[in-house]
């Protein structure tokens, strides 16, 4: 069973930074895609941003040019860089893994959940 574990959410004031991290832990697969959802209050889970194995990013509009997606390798963590944040941003961030090595964006074909971790921006 893959595990993956999210850490670096917290509260930021309107224009500051923040970096989640996602580690994967447990049966881990070799090559895999990682992606990052959000979920804010009474709306349904978003894309945010994925790398595939073979290194290709994809962003939302509406993170583009704010946001970086990295990681390493399979088993090391992997980071979403979250720059000049808003209000719009709250939200629960969470990762995902697919061993599909695929690109979506929708939030029901990623497998492999993390737990979740609360990102509040205040105005």
């Known amino acids: 069973q893959v595990q993956l574990v999210e850490s670096g959410g917290g509260l930021v004031q309107a224009g500051g930074s923040l970096r989640l991290s996602c580690a994967p832990s447990g049966r881990t697969f070799t090559r895999y895609s990682m992606g990052w959802f959000r979920q804010a209050p009474g709306k349904e889970r978003e894309f945010v941003a994925a790398?595939?194995?073979?290194?290709?990013?994809y962003y939302s509009d509406s993170v583009k040019g704010r946001f970086t997606i990295s990681r390493d390798n399979a088993n090391n963590p992997g980071y979403l860089q979250m720059n000049n944040l808003g209000p719009e941003d709250t939200a629960v961030y969470y990762c995902a893994a697919d061993p599909s090595s695929t690109m979506q964006t929708r939030w029901d074909l990623w497998p492999y959940w993390g737990q979740g971790t609360q990102v509040t921006v205040s105005s």
């Open positions: 790398i595939t194995w073979s290194g290709g990013i």
